[in-house]
């Protein structure tokens, strides 16, 4: 056990924020101790395959809360299609009807439309907006958020940092700080999306990152696609998967911190895990404000038995590689006893040397473990007593069991015991009574008086005046003393309130039965609870307001989706996402209209310290404007999709010296990088590319008034999809310049881990030279599906589909819908794939003009050219049939 660390009785703590997927749960979150809930409804939440809440259950949760003073956060953080926005826009209306406390959110377009139509309900910008630098936030401020959830990926010192710099905006940042991590940065992964249509922004995540694959690598044709393909040696074969969150023994730091909240992730766990989890952090939480917390041995073994995957403290505590990832085992690990030593046949008894050996229960959980041979690993349900000693462990078990095998404690029957009791009746100490400050008064006619005065909590106090219908008499025998009135009317029962402070002004000598002055006391209670509940809730007139904004919102979504798109409204332009300048010189040979470049950023060798070099850059950049300037093409310069405020430092101050060479536009994927350049270098044009996830007409919009110029719509729409949003944003001011990538192998994760470090050990594995003589690196899967990653010189591992996007058949639906510029992906891939690609697709856009009745051959014969020079074949994706859901 560690020292006791004090920290500063004025410092207030932070919220604890704990996870409901169900009403059970939810009960469990309360009872454990918990400040705020955050639930989903049974849409809009990115939890789709938790139980969920209905409409009344949410309503019923709410009114439980609020009776308590517990904050209820309600997820709508999906992406939403054009055909949704009016549906979740009555929804916003009516979750802040019923008094929701705030609503999480990840698209721009929904964040907008709350903003219009209910001003005054809380926005929490969701962790999905991958919010990871201090402009990050201050853009979200600016949007009315109220909350940013950080990325997961951020160090705690990140966190500081980006704390200082926003404290004056007003705005609360949340971390993670217990339970599952995504593997893809900040959750925005398209892996399930790309593999089986199931997308983690639609809620539906198939969690493909739990599954096993194998490292391969091999060489690159003229295209950069793998040739000669081997697997590498690596006994471990879940690659994807991270340990799970706990932090903690770390809970004194985050403290001391100012973070606005702590959450726990858990929304498919069970009311039992709920329970347990959060009753930890409260009891330690509570213990720390007083300055005698200390670890328990006993609290983390808890933690490991309500569920674990193996424990991290996570990039927040600069935890990476081994102290991070579960390579060896995607699922829950239990609690480790000890090691077997011998079994024994005739009797079935199995002894197993232990450190310190647990007390065993019927209905435990055991788990038998070959560190060699994981084909052979079982368990079962303990059912009989086992025979305790103190040093080895023996008992009763069902088969065979070999020496040496790892024994694991992986559900325990007094842990869930100890759980359900939380649950039906909670310790003392674990939920905070809502404090009540009173004043009873009588006067000397016998006439009662009670002002009560409610502390939410939330720096606004509530107050009820309640004059009793009960007439002291003076007393003929036996006066009340001021003791005796001032303990009947102190107690609180079974009711969520205590009475913090006591002020009595009594003249003495009167009686009043004990039961009238019971039943004064319960009647005041329930008045005070009623005030309470209709304190968290808008009032009429804000609600009506709120509706008559609906109205006027829905009326115009009809009529704005009949307007007619017969034709592009330009010439269709072929931009090029490119990462080497041998790429931005084909493309531009090729004749590409835009050239979008991301040039490869190098460290100095120095692997983990990844650092960044400037002058290389503004190199890049220079070059590959006088490429574009001579070949008149439009260049921009495309940032990558994670920008650290470390890389915003460093490559910001070059943009007025490459304004003078000629650049004028950037491309970004998160806002916070929009927001620095704007601040930086005001009218510097920005475009969006597909980090922002642009699903909807009302994120086109809301973009487009922040000054985005080309913006790219994300990969997961239909072409239905893409014709909606494209109809219903004909007409706007300014117009948009919408993008659709048709061609190149779609990045499907990004994450801060590097797949190579296992054997490579952060050695750079990138060079200068053709991507066509770099090695090909990738995961395997169980199907033989090969999905390409490079690692960048951030230690970031860029996961790819296993094929290859390709829409050129499909170019005359696209035109027709009013796509003004189609994307063609070459980075990672060969000056040659860039050359060929836009000669082909300039080929294509020709032939797909209206009128052209030979349009369907000929692009049917582009296709087939195409397959010669995709990796792993091409594939529509969810153009044709959309995303399941």
Not at 314 to 321: A, E, I, K, P, T
Not at 806 to 821: E, F, K, Q, T, V
Not at 847 to 876: F, M, S, V, W, Y
């Amino acid at each position: 056990m560690s020292l006791v660390i004090p920290v500063p009785g004025s410092k207030a703590l932070p919220e604890l924020l704990a996870p409901a997927g169900s009403p059970e749960a939810f009960r469990a979150a309360v009872a454990a101790g918990a400040d705020a809930v955050y639930l989903s409804g049974m849409q809009f939440g990115a939890r789709k395959f938790a139980k969920n809440f209905s409409d009344a259950e949410i309503e019923e949760s709410i009114r439980y809360a609020h009776a308590r003073a517990v904050r209820v956060y309600v997820t709508v953080n999906t992406l939403i299609h054009d055909r949704e926005l009016a549906g979740v826009a009555e929804y916003l209306v009516w979750l802040y009807s019923i008094g929701a406390d705030a609503v999480l959110v990840q698209d721009i377009g929904v964040a907008s439309l709350a903003r219009r139509i209910v001003p005054d309900l809380p926005l929490h910008a969701s962790t999905q907006l991958t919010i990871h630098s201090a402009d990050g936030v201050k853009w979200a401020a600016e949007q009315g958020f109220s909350r940013v959830v950080l990325a997961r990926e951020l160090t705690l010192d990140e966190v500081n940092d980006i704390v200082s710099k926003t404290g004056h905006s007003g705005i609360g940042i949340e971390v993670f700080v217990h339970g599952a991590l995504c593997y893809g940065y900040s959750g925005q992964c398209l892996l399930s999306s790309v593999i089986g249509g199931r997308s983690g922004n639609r809620g539906m995540c198939a969690q493909p990152c739990r599954k096993p694959y194998m490292l391969v690598t091999g060489d690159q044709d003229e295209y950069g696609c793998p040739v000669n393909l081997h697997a590498l040696p690596q006994p471990e074969r879940s690659l994807l998967s991270p340990k799970d969150l706990c932090t903690y023994s770390h809970l004194p730091e985050l403290v001391r911190t100012s973070v606005a909240s702590l959450k726990i992730e858990g929304r498919m766990k069970s009311p039992e895990y709920v329970a347990t989890v959060v009753s930890i952090y409260r009891r330690a939480l509570d213990a720390i404000a007083r300055g005698t917390w200390q670890p328990e041995n006993e609290d983390i073994q808890d933690l490991l038995l309500a569920f674990n995957r193996g424990f991290t403290s996570g990039y927040l505590f600069s935890d990476r590689h081994g102290a991070l990832m579960g390579r060896d085992q995607p699922d829950n690990r239990g609690l480790f006893i000890g090691i077997v030593t011998r079994w024994d046949e005739r009797s079935g008894k199995v002894t197993v040397q232990c450190d310190m050996p647990p007390a065993l229960h019927p209905g435990d959980g055991l788990f038998f473990s070959y560190p060699d041979h994981k084909d052979t690993e079982w368990g079962f349900a303990l059912n009989n007593e086992p025979v305790h000693t103190k040093n080895p462990l023996i008992f009763t078990i069902p088969r065979q069991v070999a020496a040496g095998a790892r024994l694991y404690l992986t559900a325990s029957a007094s842990l869930i015991s100890r759980a359900r009791q939380i649950i039906t009746r909670p310790a003392a100490g674990l939920r905070h009574p809502v404090p009540i400050d009173l004043t009873v008064s009588v006067t000397l006619e016998g006439s009662l008086g009670i002002i009560g005065v409610i502390d939410t909590g939330r720096g606004r106090p509530v107050t009820l005046n309640q004059i009793p219908d009960l007439q002291l008499v003076p007393a003929e025998s036996r006066p009340l003393t001021r003791d005796q009135l001032e303990q009947q009317l102190r107690k609180t029962g079974g009711t969520p309130f205590a009475i913090r402070s006591f002020s009595l002004d009594y003249p003495g000598g009167m009686f009043a039965p004990v039961a009238e002055l019971n039943r004064i006391r319960r009647e005041f209670l329930v008045l005070a609870q009623e005030t309470l509940l209709q304190a968290n809730l808008p009032t009429t007139e804000q609600v009506a307001a709120a509706r008559e904004q609906l109205a006027g919102i829905t009326k115009k979504s009809p009529a704005k989706l009949q307007v007619p798109v017969t034709s592009a409204p330009q010439p269709t332009r072929i931009a090029v996402y490119a990462d080497t300048i041998g790429n931005v010189e084909a493309a531009a040979r090729a004749g590409a209209d835009i050239i979008c470049y991301e040039p490869t950023f190098y460290s100095d060798g120095s692997g983990c310290a990844r650092t960044l070099l400037p002058g290389f850059i503004e190199a890049q950049i220079r070059e590959a404007l006088l490429i574009c300037q001579k070949a008149r093409v439009r260049m921009v310069w495309k940032l990558p999709r994670i920008t650290h405020q470390k890389f915003l430092d460093a490559v910001f101050p070059l943009i007025p010296a490459l304004r003078q060479a000629g650049l004028d536009e950037c491309m970004i994927e998160n806002m916070g990088a929009a927001r620095a350049i704007l601040s930086y270098a005001p009218g510097l044009h920005i475009s969006g590319s597909v980090g922002l996830n642009i699903f909807n007409r009302q994120t086109v919009t809301e973009l487009s008034h922040q000054g985005l110029r080309l913006l790219t719509l994300s990969p997961e729409l239909s072409g239905t999809d893409i014709s909606e949003l494209t109809r219903s944003c004909a007409g706007e001011t300014p117009a948009p310049e919408l993008s659709v990538i048709v061609q190149g192998t779609l990045e499907a994760l990004i994450t801060e881990d590097c797949l190579l470090e296992p054997l490579r050990h952060c050695t750079q594995t990138s060079s200068t030279g053709a991507a066509g003589k770099k090695p090909f690196f990738g995961i395997m899967d169980e199907t033989r599906r090969v999905f390409p990653f490079v690692i960048d010189t951030e230690c970031r591992t860029h996961i790819a589909n296993a094929v290859e996007t390709c829409l050129i058949d499909h170019l005359p639906y696209l035109l027709n819908a009013g796509i003004r510029s189609v994307v063609i992906d070459a980075r990672r891939r060969t000056p040659a794939y860039a050359l060929e690609m836009v000669l082909t697709y300039k080929e294509a856009i020709g032939a797909a003009q209206p009128g052209n009745a030979d349009a369907p051959r000929h692009l049917a014969k582009l296709k087939e050219r195409i397959k010669k020079q995709a990796c792993g074949g091409i594939t529509t994706g969810p153009f044709l049939h959309g995303l399941k859901d």
